[in-house]
């Protein structure tokens, strides 16, 4: 997570979750309530087709199959998108809370900014359906879903070093007078 502002990163912090914890939750989740065993690409797949961040208007289902952990034998079950945001609910809290924890860390003169134009939500991950809501309702702050959430993190990134040599003489002029105006 990110505040940006002026070309620059103003507040940043990282953490390591993303579509595979969620996926891991999901597997989890099969594992402790239906004692079935179900593959990463299983799990993706759920997350797809039924998975969501919020409730929706009209909740899905979706059949799995996996192995069943008692005989060994193959197995069906139907998931639900409610059962689904209960299996990754730990995780997502996980980056609400660091998204929480950034805007803290946000100077004051830029929170109403963030008010005004929102929150923008890129990468894989920002594709879960009713992610947007679910940080609206948490945060209370307008929250859209970038243009092309997939490819907008390397277009961004390809740009930033177009821009290298440019953004790299900004900041050696803005370091040379600070030095000058430390030095009087």
Not at 132 to 146: F, G, V
């Amino acid at each position: 997570m990110a505040v940006i502002s002026l070309g620059g990163i103003v507040v940043s912090q990282s953490i390591r979750i993303a579509g595979d914890e969620l996926d891991e939750a999901i597997i989890n989740y099969a594992k402790r309530e239906y004692k079935l065993l179900i593959g990463q690409q299983t799990a993706e797949e759920l997350k797809l087709e039924i998975g969501s961040a919020f409730p929706m208007a009209e909740e899905l289902q979706a059949e799995i199959r996996g192995r069943d952990m008692v005989s060994g034998l193959p197995k069906t079950v139907v998931l639900t998108s409610e059962e689904l945001r209960v299996a990754i609910e730990e995780p997502l809290s996980q980056i609400i809370d660091a998204i929480k924890a950034t805007l803290d860390r946000t100077p004051p003169e830029l929170a109403s900014d963030i008010m005004d134009r929102g929150i923008v939500l890129a990468g894989g991950g920002a594709l879960l359906q009713g992610l947007a809501d679910r940080i609206r309702d948490e945060t209370q702050i307008p929250t859209h879903l970038a243009e092309s959430p997939l490819t907008c993190v390397a277009v961004g990134s390809g740009r930033s070093l177009e821009e290298f040599e440019v953004i790299h003489r900004t900041n050696r002029a803005a370091g040379r007078n600070g030095n000058r105006r430390r030095r009087r």
